[in-house]
């Protein structure tokens, strides 16, 4: 059997403050609901100035949503948040070297940035298409 290497101490430190910002934005999001006008949650700053939906357009409200278990509005704002969220462990374990079980091939394809960059571009341009068949990619 063979011995597992320690993390690097930098590593160790990087997951604590991401497990640190996860756990606020959590607590966040369980007090204050961002589909409410008092909120004291930032809107987005995109869609203010150019009317666009940006990539992101909807993501507090669909975490918020799925926080309190309503994955049909979470997927109403933001589908592609709710599809990346469902990979965000498998990518963890991966930078953490803690490989998942999961093909190389695959592993490859979820770390790859340009995959990611690809994404976000595509979504963020269907999701303001005037074409009914993409109005379900738009918030709300």
Not at 65 to 72: E, I, P, T
Request: charged share 10%; hydrophobic share 60%; aromatic share 8%.
């Amino acid at each position: 059997m063979l011995a597992r290497r320690p993390l690097p101490a930098s590593r160790v430190a990087a997951a604590l403050v991401l497990g640190a910002a996860v756990v606020a934005g959590v607590a966040l999001l369980l007090v204050f609901d961002p589909n409410a006008g008092d909120n004291p949650l930032p809107r987005c700053v995109f869609q203010m100035v150019t009317g666009l939906y940006c990539p992101g357009c909807g993501m507090t409200r669909a975490l918020h949503a799925l926080l309190h278990g309503d994955l049909a509005t979470a997927w109403a704002m933001n589908p592609l948040v709710v599809l990346m969220l469902a990979t965000a462990p498998l990518m963890a374990w991966h930078q953490l070297k803690l490989q998942p079980a999961l093909p190389a091939r695959m592993s490859r394809l979820l770390m790859d940035g340009k995959l990611w960059i690809a994404s976000l571009i595509l979504f963020g341009v269907l999701r303001n298409l005037p074409w009914s068949g993409f109005a379900w990619m738009a918030p709300g």
